[in-house]
């Protein structure tokens, strides 16, 4: 550049600048975008409650939704898709073009250099930038919605292994119950057989039940153990600090009609998301369509030739436009076409999915809500009256210890038969909030 002339050189300094600093202006833009502190960034470290504090579900909730990777994953390709869409809308850049050429090895003309400076600009033509743009915009549409359905199914993940704790601290209340009953035969059969009233084998029944119930407790607390850790791993922590979880498992809803339910599964996130996912498929058609308008090339600048010639500075103008005899884009065309009946064919099966998952979900809980119902008022009463009379009838030697077994164990089982059936209601009730998107107690106003 230091030959060149200095007119020459003066325009290509100014160009040169004029580059730098649009180049400087856009990367600010792009700081002040990107680059400001994301508050739910500036802590990593899972924060859990505190030693021996009560966990509730709400709590539970808000911890996972703030600390678990797989989500905060979902949450940076929303940001990076975001990214996209700022570049999908920006021009095209200016091109730069500087020749030179020496012509005196070729011709006797006096000028025996010339030098040109060009400033090439492409114009994109058919709406082809807010097409581009629009698409963009849609696919971050798209991934939001992938990321409230994961962020929905997070919660119904938390929800039913909080249940799981809040059910499995019943299930060692009841194991100890149980444990503590079969002591109290194993102290009334002890004296039935100092007393003469039963022979021994009663007494190495008993001990036979109470190891039963030993084993029943050990496992309870086993598995509340395992649904601890699973519930506090949902954050990250796989040390759980909370001494126990809060909650209750007989709170009942009134079930709505299947009708007002299915009205609200177009809430559902992955039904929006397949409406999204058809919007962009259309949105990518409508840029190939303007793809196949050419697009314009205009160049401008200016030629230098050598000093021995008057006038020796010229400008220079140019336009190129392809034309579209061969390619006109029509292989792309079908190709946006084809992708336009997938996603509506997926958008189709999407919310069949979604309507037999809500009716499956719908008609389990009406049956678990009967059984609960019969438990409650009709089976349980009549397990403890049983139990009341086996136990009082055998202290008086009326009934036979495997009498007071059998009412023992069927009192026991039909108490766990009860706590499976509101541990699965709570359930349904979560996997059809899932589903819809709204609490069940929404559905009713």
Do not use: C
Not at 15 to 25: R, W
Not at 150 to 159: F, G, K, M, T, W
Not at 248 to 271: D, G, K, M, T, Y
Not at 360 to 387: H, K
């Amino acid at each position: 550049m230091l030959f060149l002339p200095l007119q020459t050189r003066l325009i290509v300094l100014l160009i040169l600048t004029l580059g730098f600093v649009a180049v400087s202006v856009a990367e600010n833009n792009a700081t002040s975008v990107f680059s400001q502190p994301n508050e739910e960034d500036t802590t990593n470290t899972p924060v859990s409650p505190v030693e021996g504090e009560a966990l509730t579900l709400r709590d539970s909730i808000q911890l996972a939704l703030q600390h678990n990777p797989d989500l905060a994953s979902f949450e940076k390709e929303i940001k990076a898709l975001h990214g996209l869409t700022i570049q999908a809308g920006l021009l095209p850049n200016p091109v730069i073009q500087y020749d030179s050429e020496d012509v005196s090895s070729r011709s006797n003309s006096p000028a025996a250099r010339f030098d040109s400076l060009r400033i090439i600009q492409l114009f994109e033509t058919g709406g082809k930038r807010a097409a581009r743009t629009q698409a963009a915009l849609l696919g971050q549409e798209t991934a939001e919605q992938d990321y409230e359905a994961r962020r929905l199914d997070l919660i119904a993940r938390v929800a039913n292994i909080f249940l799981d704790v809040l059910a499995g601290q019943e299930r060692l209340k009841l194991a100890l119950a149980s444990q503590e009953l079969a002591r109290k035969v194993v102290d009334a059969a002890a004296k039935r057989v100092i007393a003469g009233k039963a022979p021994p084998i009663e007494e190495t029944r008993a001990q036979v039940a109470l190891a039963t119930a030993n084993i029943e407790v050990e496992q309870a607390q086993r598995n509340l153990i395992s649904f601890r850790k699973q519930l506090a791993l949902l954050w990250g922590n796989p040390n759980p600090s909370f001494a126990h979880v809060l909650g209750e498992l007989e709170s009942f809803v009134i079930i709505p009609e299947l009708e007002v339910l299915e009205a609200r599964l177009q809430q559902n996130p992955l039904a929006l998301r397949s409406l999204k996912n058809l919007e962009q498929r259309q949105a990518l058609f409508t840029l190939e369509k303007a793809r196949r308008i050419p697009d314009i090339t205009v160049n401008a600048g200016i030629r230098r030739y050598g000093h021995d010639i008057p006038n020796d500075t010229t400008a220079l103008v140019g336009i190129s436009i392809p034309l579209p005899l061969f390619d006109r884009n029509q292989g792309n065309l079908m190709a946006a076409q084809q992708r336009i009946n997938r996603a509506a064919d997926e958008q189709n099966a999407m919310d069949l999915q979604l309507r037999t998952l809500l009716a499956q979900a719908y008609e389990s809980l009406v049956a678990a809500d009967q059984q609960i119902n019969m438990l409650r008022d009709e089976i349980l009463p009549g397990a403890r009256e049983t139990f009341r009379m086996a136990s009082r009838g055998y202290e008086l030697g009326r009934f036979g210890f495997l009498e007071l077994l059998d009412a023992q164990r069927t009192l026991f089982q039909n108490q766990t038969l009860y706590l499976q059936a509101l541990t699965n209601y709570q359930r349904l009730i979560n996997e059809i909030e899932r589903l819809t998107a709204v609490s069940m107690e929404q559905h009713i106003n």
